[in-house]
């Protein structure tokens, strides 16, 4: 029964067909490796030219193409120059199936394929590889393109290689920071003005001057007075029992508060602490019941009144009043002489 003539088919679809026939089914699977293992024996120059006629009418007589057949007829079509014809030749020696001639030259045309620019290898070793995975046959673009990023990883796990650190530099070797304006005045300032003789006598001249002028400024305003109030409060009438001296108001007023009598009145009144004489303050001497000079031997009787010693004259009087509350005041801005009848007047003592 005669079969229907091949379609001639392209490339692709031949390697299509020949993974199908080669993954898939299993009635076709021993045919396979029957072709197979004809191929290296068609490829093959040296092999007996008697048997080979026989096969390849067979396979060219429109029968189904074996794996082996379409990958020689594809590699046929591969080629350059010669590659072209020899399908065109072969086709009418499959029409004439007696013609022996065209297997030969179909067979001369396999030891040619070798001779192309790429590796010679015959159809068993390609496709045993193909199946294995260790080299990949004929793909399409969009199968090429699902491999292509699996590929790139690999180059970039390159080991990177390891170099050296780099030797110290010896200090000579650094550069140097570059001196600046600023820098310059900066050394100029620390080095001469403030670390040698010349600076020293610039500080010290400079100090002089400011407290001068502080000086200056310090004799343009008056002193303040620092002197206690004139006038101020010892206590009540009461405090002071008759004849009583009290001297607790010297270091702080300058007066003793005496409750005395004077031409036979009984009152109490503000002797200031100063000696008549030169200006000394006397000292109230209790056991002796007077006021004693330590300068040059003046004596005050209580009352005040001069009776030994350079003194010219009695002791002052200061005014002396009771308060609005009761108390004795003292007022040190007033003084009252006995040598010209001041103590006469009222504002020099309190009647008791
Ligand atoms: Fe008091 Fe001379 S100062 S006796």
């Known amino acids: 029964m005669a079969e229907p003539e091949k379609k001639k088919m392209s490339v692709a679809e031949m390697v299509a067909a020949a993974r199908k026939a080669d993954s898939g089914k299993s009635a076709e ?21 008697a048997a080979k006629p026989a096969a390849k009418p067979a396979a060219a007589g429109g029968a189904k193409m ?7 007829a594809a590699r046929a079509e591969k080629a350059p120059g010669a590659a072209a014809p020899k399908p065109a030749a072969a086709k009418p020696v499959a029409a004439e199936k007696p013609a022996p001639a065209a297997k030969p030259a179909a067979a001369k045309a396999a030891p040619k394929a070798p001779a192309a620019p790429t590796a010679p290898k015959d159809t068993g070793s390609i496709l045993s590889e193909t199946r294995s995975g260790a080299k990949p046959g004929p793909m399409s673009k969009a199968e090429a393109a699902l491999k292509a990023p699996a590929a790139k990883p690999a180059a970039k796990e390159k080991p990177r290689a390891v170099v050296p650190p780099m030797p110290a530099k010896p200090d000579y ?4 920071p570059k001196v600046t304006v600023d820098e310059s005045r900066r050394n100029f300032l620390t080095d001469v003005m403030l670390g040698s003789f010349l600076g020293i006598g610039f500080v010290s001249m400079g100090v ?27 206590g009540f009438p009461s405090n002071f029992a008759p004849g009583q001296v009290e001297t607790k108001f010297i270091p702080q ?24 004489h030169l200006g000394c303050t006397p000292n109230w001497l209790e056991g002796e019941q007077k006021f004693k000079c330590p300068c040059h031997g003046s004596g005050f009787y209580k009352d005040g009144i001069n009776f030994e010693g350079p003194a010219p004259r009695p002791l002052e009087r200061y005014a002396i009043r009771l308060a609005d509350d009761g108390q004795l005041e003292i007022d040190k801005s007033k003084i009252f002489q006995e040598e010209i009848g001041q103590w006469s007047d009222p504002a020099s003592f309190v009647a008791v």
Not at 173 to 176: E, F, G, L
Request: proline letters at 11%.
């Open 208 to 234: 002089t001057f400011g407290l001068w002028t502080l000086g200056t400024a310090r004799f343009m305003f008056p002193n303040v007075l620092t002197e206690p109030p004139s006038k101020f409060k010892v």
């Open 173 to 176: 070797a650094k550069p140097k």
């Open 253 to 276: 007023y300058g007066v003793w508060v005496v409750n005395y009598e004077y031409n036979g009145k009984s009152e109490i009144y503000a002797l200031r602490s100063v000696c008549t």
């Open 66 to 72: 074996s794996v082996a057949e379409m990958l020689a």
């Open 29 to 49: 699977a021993p045919s396979e490796p029957a072709a197979e293992s004809s191929a290296p024996e068609a490829a093959a120059p040296t092999a007996a030219p």
